[in-house]
């Protein structure tokens, strides 16, 4: 175990469904992330909340709506997703310290099917 | 943006064999940092190597870091069929203070017993 919790493992929707995905740390970090690993493409960096303030939007459509309400916990609401949204989402929390970043701990991810 | 490249894209090697993998990249980092990902699963963090360290090891890893060339190295030693799985590097920005981490595609190694 990682100390950071995905859920759901799985999720399938359709286009017009909202859904919301959920991650826990339980390592006492200060930074978490959103990543999509889509296939054949390297990781694509979605959020960052760094002491629950987003710092970085890496250009994400607003169909993505990250949401930290505490240091421990991260989500990612979904509404009116398209088939290419179908990937591997997967969340990082880190602690950051002198402004540089020291190692990710990942969950197991949330592999999404968007039909 | 900031994003290392690792080569080959694919790699199968029979245990007991070496297998190194390349990472190059762009800008000036703080650190470079390796991960495994087993197919389906998060990436787990193997080894952290400074922008002031040219080798480090851990276990059967052995990294190398060139900042003149922008490129590091993951050299996994006596490979088991349990190291299959894909590798990735990751960079900062040293320019870009508290930049989160940018991956790579990542190279697929499969270890055939």
């Known amino acids: 175990e990682t100390g950071v919790t995905q859920t759901p493992r799985h999720l399938v929707m359709g286009m017009t469904n909202k859904k919301s995905l959920k991650c826990e740390q339980h390592l006492g970090h200060n930074a978490m992330y959103w990543y999509k690993q889509s296939a054949k493409k390297p990781l694509e960096l979605m959020f960052v909340?760094?002491?629950?303030?987003?710092?970085e939007n890496n250009s994400v459509p607003s169909r993505f709506s990250p949401e930290c309400p505490n240091s421990s916990h991260l989500f990612l609401h979904l509404h009116t997703l398209q088939p290419e949204d179908s990937a591997l989402y997967l969340c990082?929390?880190?602690?950051?310290?002198?402004?540089?970043?020291?190692?990710?701990?990942f969950g197991s991810g949330t592999q999404l099917s968007v039909l | 943006s900031q994003q290392g490249e690792e080569d080959p894209q694919a790699l199968s090697i029979q245990e007991g064999e070496n297998a190194t993998m390349n990472c190059s990249y762009k800008?000036?980092?703080?650190?470079l940092q390796w991960y495994r990902q087993n197919s389906g699963r998060g990436l787990v963090h193997l080894i952290l190597?400074?922008?002031?360290?040219r080798e480090k090891h851990s276990g059967r890893l052995r990294v190398t870091l060139d900042t003149s060339k922008k490129s590091s190295s993951l050299l996994i030693t006596a490979s088991r069929a349990a190291d299959t799985a894909s590798y990735f590097c990751a960079t900062d920005d040293y320019n870009q203070a508290g930049t989160a981490l940018i991956f790579g595609k990542g190279t697929t190694l499969s270890v055939s017993s």
């Open positions: 990082a929390s880190s602690q950051v310290m002198d402004a540089t970043n020291e190692k990710l701990f």
């Open positions: 909340y760094s002491l629950e303030e987003r710092v």
């Open positions: 800008t000036s980092i703080n650190n």
């Open positions: 190597i400074r922008s002031n360290e």
